[in-house]
């Protein structure tokens, strides 16, 4: 539809649309059809809980924020950059919250019963950041050139304790019970 002022300004009403969207419009004297289209429905918003959780993620090192799927990274910038007010839908939530539950469901298979296979699994999902993760350069490099098999007791335990502190702190995963040996 062609941009028109008055339209413009009932839709951001509507809408709750940002300043911003009505300059991209009226920049490209276009306003999105599905905006007029009157099924139209706009994406549920996360709860605040939800929302809170959504923060948490920012200060995850070992978490590879634009890997996430389903989720376009812009999502996540715009959120941090708009103060907050950006739009976190319903769907962006059960997106994070399958990611967050591959991750500590990978986690606890290495928990239950520690192995390379089961370490190379974690470290090769997407959305883990290893160095990140690992937080120890020593560790980091053995699992790194492949020497699963060469790490000391100690570095052994590190990694047991650092993978459960993971597996506690991962936003969206509270109430899936943790497994240790």
């Known amino acids: 539809m062609k941009y028109n002022e008055e339209i413009a300004d009932r839709l951001k009403r509507k809408y709750n649309l940002a300043a911003s969207t009505i300059r991209t419009w009226k920049y490209r004297n276009h306003i999105p ?14 709860n605040n809980l939800e929302i809170e959780e959504f923060e948490r993620i920012y200060d995850l090192k070992y978490i590879v924020i634009k890997k996430i799927g389903g989720i376009p990274d812009y999502r996540f910038r715009d959120h941090k950059r708009e ?19 591959k991750v ?7 928990l239950k019963k520690p192995s390379e296979k089961k370490l190379v699994e974690l470290l090769a999902l997407p959305i883990i950041r290893k160095e990140g993760l690992l937080n120890n350069n020593k ?8 020497k699963y098999d060469k790490l000391t007791e100690e570095e052994h335990n590190y990694l047991q304790q650092r993978l459960e502190n993971i597996a ?12 240790s040996k």
Do not use: C, W
């Not at 103060?83 to 539950?101: C, F, Q, Y």
């Not at 500590?104 to 290495?110: F, N, W």
């Open 33 to 46: 059809d599905r905006y007029v289209d009157p099924n139209y429905k706009p994406p549920k918003k996360a």
């Open 83 to 101: 103060g907050n007010h950006a739009l976190v839908s319903k769907n962006d939530i059960k997106m994070i919250k399958l990611a967050m539950r």
């Open 104 to 110: 500590q469901a990978s986690i606890q298979k290495y």
């Open 139 to 146: 560790v980091y490099d053995k699992l790194r050139k492949g």
């Open 168 to 179: 506690s702190e991962l936003p969206f995963t509270k109430n899936i019970e943790l497994v």
